[in-house]
């Protein structure tokens, strides 16, 4: 199996970037972790902060992946082609966010992602991804 994380903008900074929402470990070092959690799994991982790059990997690996994993970030909010790409691929993608959008500001609470994903983990923390690959084992 071989599944695709993929992290939007400001993702790279977790680890120092609003701990008290993000946490305080950076995704590198837990990537290592869910390498380490689900070592029958191909996982692999990429980050932009630019929203053509993300949908570059999604055309790129969404044909030939198992699943992807996405944290828009911001462009959750925003980003109707990454909506178009997403429907226009093949492999199922789930959308995680670390902190509960719902409960946050008000722009936050709309996802124009969320309704051509196959499902959503929010507001577990970093622990969401954990969530979403074993989705993909029980699917």
């Given at each position: 199996m071989r599944i695709l994380i993929l992290n939007g903008p400001?993702?790279?900074l977790l680890g120092?970037?609003?701990p008290a929402i993000y946490g305080q470990i950076s995704f590198d070092n837990y990537f290592e972790h869910?390498?380490?959690t689900f070592p029958q799994i191909e996982l692999s991982y990429f980050q932009s902060n630019i929203e053509g790059e993300l949908i570059d990997k999604l055309q790129q690996f969404?044909?030939?992946y198992d699943g992807i994993i996405l944290n828009a970030g911001a462009y959750t909010h925003?980003?109707?082609a990454l909506a178009d790409t997403i429907r226009a691929i093949s492999s199922p993608v789930i959308e995680v966010h670390?902190?509960?959008t719902f409960a946050r500001e008000a722009f936050r609470q709309h996802s124009f992602i969320s309704p051509v994903c196959k499902g959503?983990?929010?507001g577990f923390g970093i622990k969401g991804y954990e969530l979403a690959v074993s989705s993909f084992l029980t699917s």
């Open positions: 400001n993702l790279n120092s970037r609003e869910l390498q380490a969404g044909f030939e925003t980003s109707i670390i902190s509960n959503i983990v929010v």
